[in-house]
């Protein structure tokens, strides 16, 4: 286990610093770490199906503002490796995913909360335009601060864990572990509260409705959804701005149409 | 201000370059307390000094865009073309343009701009290609691996599409962007194709159902079965409305929250109902 401990270790570092805006969710997906994993332990394929797992919990998370509401990264470097190295279930590999997942997002307050103090430091190289300063508080002081704080808790949860956690889920009653398992499967809704609370308003509520009874009732897959969802947004998008460009030309009329309020839209 | 450059035309190659420091960086450094600002600062440094070789302008461009900045970072790419553009603006017009004005845009436009870029990047985009990627993998194969990655240049194509216009919107038309309702009905359309997916992906990813069952008939049936009938998906529908009422009446209590689902989850299962 030490190759896929130090492995789990450097490569929660490596996520949890964030390199690429559009690559940092992908480093951290628990279906992008199966791979290597899978190479290191000589069990691709079972690596992929516990990957593919957990990294269903995690797909639809949103997180605005960088606030995650739970840590894909941790849940899926410890879910498949010690998951794999016991043989488990993927059912069973997302009961040990979950917790740590949990963990996780208290790592990264902590870890924004130091990030401030590099953001003061970079203050004062601004003042004696200190460039070098400036790149190594937005580059190097990250890195090496997320090394001090990630690298320990995956390293040895991963070294000394698969026997520790396999007594550990022995020694739990059902009812908890049906428990973790349960909330595993409400996580993604955290998310999707969050980001409609920041962009739900009250008079395009009801879209989000839509979109969940389409799916309820049709079955039809996400790529499918988004075929609807498109056009249903564009024409929304167009006939507001028709009948706003109609207000506006039918004020300018001596004889505005009565009907043209009746096409305005919000 | 000091002495100016005679020539301080920006080139395509500085605001790419801006795009890339920028894309590699900007969650590197983000802090509760100043955010995105030291990438911001990062990203703009090659362009401001090729603005303001004077030091003592330099040093202010530099706090300038220290200061408090949150934004998706693909679609906000935008507000960094404008920030380029206002920054040059500056200097050609020597002074007129004021460094506060600067930041009160920047400023103004990271919210509306984030609210876009969540649900476009990571509300539609993101578990498009990333649940493509799941279902290839299900049973073991490695091809969803290499389909994550089509995330990359589906994205940066929009984001520096989005960084030149905003660098060209900043250099002609900025004031009427924000007057007119252009940007008004962006933000209702994207708001309207987030809570549509939202919606959508939330009927297949948050799981939730009833356990038990009884007989009827001779046959055993699910407590499930009789609440699908009824309305299909109530469990999950009822736990994001819950999740969403306490964070519109408490704000983002993330520890409260996950806490509690777990707690919740635990208790239910204990007696039986979940």
């Known amino acids: 286990m030490f190759y896929v401990a130090l492995f789990a270790g450097l490569w929660y570092t490596f996520a949890g610093w964030r390199p690429g805006y559009s690559t940092h969710e992908i480093w951290m997906f628990p279906l992008m770490v199966a791979l290597p994993i899978g190479l290191i332990m000589g069990n691709v394929p079972g690596a992929m199906i516990l990957g593919s797992a957990i990294g269903m919990l995690y797909v639809g998370m949103v997180a ?10 941790l849940a899926g470097l410890i879910g498949i490796s010690i998951g794999l190295s016991i043989n488990a279930d993927p059912g069973t590999a997302i009961m040990i995913a979950v917790p740590f997942g949990i963990l996780g997002v208290f790592l990264n307050q902590i870890r924004r909360t130091i990030n401030a103090k590099f953001a003061h430091m970079a203050d004062k190289h601004a003042l004696s335009c200190d460039e070098k300063g400036i790149a190594r508080c937005a580059i190097l002081y ?14 040895v949860t991963v070294y000394y864990g698969a026997a520790v956690v396999e007594k550990f889920i022995a ?27 920041m962009i739900g308003k009250r008079s395009i509520f009801p879209f989000f409705f839509l979109g969940f009874f389409l799916v309820q009732y049709f079955h039809v897959s996400t790529i499918a959804a988004a075929c609807f969802g498109v056009p249903i947004a564009v024409i929304i998008v167009l006939l ?18 009565s009907s043209d309020d009746e096409l305005e839209v919000g | ?21 920028w894309w590699w960086t900007c969650e590197m450094s983000n802090s509760y307390e100043r955010m995105q600002s030291v990438a911001y600062c990062y990203a703009m440094m090659p362009v401001l000094r090729k603005l303001y070789p004077d030091n003592e302008d330099y040093s202010e461009a530099l706090q300038r865009h220290l200061t408090f900045f949150n934004t998706e970072g693909i679609v906000g790419s935008v507000i960094l073309g404008i920030s380029v553009a ?29 609210g876009i870029g969540d649900t476009i990047t990571w509300g539609t985009v993101k578990p498009l290609i990333f649940t493509l990627a799941l279902t290839a993998s299900v049973k073991g194969s490695i091809l969803g691996f290499f389909l994550l990655f089509l995330f990359v240049p589906a994205t940066v194509i929009y984001g520096w599409y989005l960084m030149v216009m905003g660098y060209k919107v900043g250099k002609t038309a900025f004031a009427s962007l924000l007057e007119s309702g252009w940007i ?28 038990g069952t009884y007989m009827s008939a001779g046959a055993e049936k699910t407590f499930q079965s009789i609440a699908d009938g009824l309305v299909p998906g109530m469990l999950p529908l009822l736990a994001i409305m819950a999740i969403y009422m306490f964070i519109k009446k408490k704000g983002h209590k993330f520890g409260t929250i996950i806490i509690a689902t777990l707690v919740i989850a635990m208790s239910l299962s204990f007696i039986g109902i979940v």
Do not use: C, H, Y
């Open chain 1, 64 to 73: 605005p503002g960088s606030e995650t509401p739970a840590d894909m990264s």
């Open chain 1, 142 to 155: 990250p890195l090496i601060m997320n090394f001090v704080l990630k690298f320990p808790p995956a390293f």
């Open chain 1, 171 to 197: 020694m739990l009653p059902g009812w908890m572990l049906n428990g973790i398992a349960v909330a595993g499967g409400v996580l993604p809704a955290i998310g999707f509260a969050i980001i409609i609370s």
């Open chain 1, 240 to 257: 507001t701005k028709e009948s706003q460009d109609e207000v506006i030309a039918s004020t300018n009329k001596v004889d505005a149409d």
């Open chain 2, 1 to 21: 201000m000091g002495k100016m450059k005679e020539n301080t035309t920006i080139t395509k190659k500085d605001i790419w370059r801006t795009f890339w420091r």
């Open chain 2, 86 to 114: 206002m920054e040059e603006e500056r200097v050609e017009s020597q002074g007129k343009m004021p460094g506060e004005t600067i930041i009160a845009v920047k400023t103004a436009l990271m919210g509306p701009v984030a």
């Open chain 2, 184 to 211: 008004n009905r962006i933000i209702t359309g994207a708001g309207i194709l987030g809570l549509f997916m939202i919606g959508a992906l939330s009927a297949t990813t948050v799981k939730l159902q009833f356990a």
